[in-house]
């Protein structure tokens, strides 16, 4: 059995209500997967409440649409998720974390679209 890997991941951009910003425009670069590789991701990038842009080595992009708006996920812009087999996968959840040091809503995760992302 493997340890299991717990992981907090924050948005590094300026903070703003996910209202005020919107989400850029993604084309599809290829098929849908179901998990990507923990030791990949470089940065994540939260762009809304039900949007979340992985950035992987190799500066390959996948963006992750969850099943339902988690609230205030992109308000707050950080997450955490544990994993026991080094993949983050589209049966996965993640859990907002809070500023004020709650745990927030728990959500779940969407399959992985590679994608190309407008600047």
């Known amino acids: 059995m493997r340890p299991l890997f717990a992981l907090a991941v924050a ?4 903070p703003a209500a996910a209202s005020d910003k919107g989400v850029p425009a993604a084309t599809p670069t290829g098929a849908p997967v179901d998990c990507v590789q923990l030791n990949q991701v470089r940065e994540t990038h939260v762009r ?4 979340i842009d992985f950035e992987l ?7 992750n649409t969850l099943d339902a708006a988690c609230p205030s996920l992109g308000f707050e812009e950080r997450f955490s998720y544990s994993v026991s087999n080094g993949e983050l996968c589209s049966t996965d959840t993640i859990t907002v974390l809070q500023s004020s040091g709650i745990r927030g809503a728990t959500c779940g995760l969407g399959k992985f679209q590679p994608v190309s992302v407008a600047q």
């Open 57 to 63: 080595s190799g500066k390959r992009m996948y963006r």
């Open 11 to 14: 948005a590094l951009a300026a």
């Open 48 to 51: 809304s409440d039900q949007v």
